[in-house]
């Protein structure tokens, strides 16, 4: 028996990066997968056939997670093709917009808000009432170290990521008792299609300080999805769990 056999899950911006190693790794363990992207319609609609090649229901959805309307909506069309249920809710679409608090804008302020943290609030108030019939449901927030340690030049997105985490919390100790677990994860140095265009030498030197002398993968981050998705972790809510090879250690 895989560790999602027919689970229902969302997860939104799964057309790359860590958001499409989750989609994979759930589907492969059984999971139908629903997932959203903003704008790389090519990118999410391959990834929606690969995903049904692997024997599961797979949906792309072209959704803005900032938009409450768009979330709203984004639910009702998953619940009416995936037959009514949700288990399980993956916050993951993330932007940056990088620069010192003397440069930034105040529209890149509220664009890394809207997009990391107001999609959360979304997305967990579209699906609550699922969850709450259903009387079960796991919710994952995809957070950043950055949110717990902060990070110069990074405003914007520390601030969103630490939201989350007080959010995710929040949640935890609101839906407990309906058996409805949110938690965090806050990856480290995760390489994507994103960091391949990053110089080499830089990304070495960040690979060095990090205790276990790597950078993550989005499979690495996509296990530790699978943990709070499914039953393993039935006694586990409210939680930021750190996947960055011991970077915050
Ligand atoms: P990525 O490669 O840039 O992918 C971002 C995904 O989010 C894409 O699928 C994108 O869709 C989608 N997206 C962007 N804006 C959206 C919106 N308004 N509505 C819906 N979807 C939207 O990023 P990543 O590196 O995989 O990161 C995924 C998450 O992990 C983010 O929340 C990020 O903050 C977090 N994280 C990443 C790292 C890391 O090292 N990579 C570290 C810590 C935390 P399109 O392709 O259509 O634009």
């Not at 492969?28 to 629903?34: D, K, L, P, R």
């Not at 529209?107 to 997009?115: K, R």
């Amino acid at each position: 028996m895989k560790l999602l056999e027919g689970k229902n899950v969302i997860i939104t911006g799964a057309s790359r990066g860590i958001g499409k190693g989750i989609a994979k790794v759930f589907a492969e363990n059984g999971a139908n997968v629903a997932f959203t992207y903003s704008s790389s319609e090519a990118p999410a609609l391959e990834l929606e056939k690969e995903l049904n090649a692997l024997g599961v229901k797979a949906k792309a959805y072209k959704s803005n997670a900032a938009s409450y309307a768009e979330a709203e909506n984004l639910v009702a069309e998953v619940l009416k093709d995936f037959n009514g249920v949700i288990d399980v809710l993956i916050n993951n679409a993330g932007i940056t917009k990088d620069n010192l608090l003397m440069r930034m804008s105040e529209e890149d302020f509220d664009s890394v808000m809207d997009i990391n943290l107001k999609s959360v609030f979304n997305m967990t108030k579209a699906t609550q009432r699922t969850f709450l019939k259903q009387r079960k449901g796991s919710i994952i927030n995809m957070s950043s170290v950055v949110g717990v340690k902060g990070n110069a030049g990074q405003t914007n997105y520390a601030a969103s990521k630490a939201g989350m985490i007080g959010f995710t919390k929040s949640v935890a100790l609101e839906l407990g008792s309906r058996n409805i677990r949110c938690n965090a994860i806050a990856p480290g140095f995760i390489e994507t299609e994103m960091t391949e265009k990053l110089d080499e030498k830089t990304v070495q030197s960040w690979r060095d300080g990090i205790p276990l002398k790597r950078g993550g993968t989005a499979e690495d981050i996509a296990n530790a999805c699978l943990f709070f998705a499914s039953d393993l972790s039935a006694y586990v809510t409210g939680q930021v769990l750190n996947v960055d090879g011991g970077m915050l250690t």
